[in-house]
Nanobody, 125 residues
């Protein structure tokens, strides 16, 4: 499966964003999906993940309440929405996929086998 993340850009502090991750090559419903983000000099940080059918979603504790992960398998696309974004949300956001349902809840970078190239989100104050 190939993943393409999009929707990044410049966002004002306090605003909202919506990122998309579109899959090609295989049906997205075969995969658990996750979003992770990375800032310069740091490791990738788990944001959220969602099971294959969208029935269960998981969040990093600091992200809970401001971020929402969802998916539309009919469109082969997963989404990440964020509200009240802050400067600390500035990062490159990556979508990732795994064929293993058991791996989805933990959000470990090593558990996801397929990655998109990332989309830059910059929050301006």
């Amino acid at each position: 499966v190939q993943l393409q993340a999009s929707g990044g850009g410049l966002v004002q502090a306090g605003g909202s964003l919506r990122l998309s991750c579109t899959a090609s090559g295989r049906t997205l419903s075969d995969y658990g999906m996750a979003w992770l983000r990375q800032t310069p000099g740091n490791e990738r940080e788990f944001v959220a993940s969602i099971k294959m059918n969208g029935g269960y979603a998981y969040y990093s504790h600091p992200m809970r309440g401001r971020f929402a992960i969802s998916r539309d398998n009919t469109k082969n696309t997963a989404y990440l929405q964020a509200t009240n974004v802050q400067s600390g949300d500035t990062a490159v956001y990556y979508c990732a996929a795994t064929l293993s349902s058991d791996r989805v809840p933990w959000g470990l970078e090593s558990d996801f086998d397929y990655w998109g190239k990332g989309t830059q989100v910059t929050v301006s104050s």
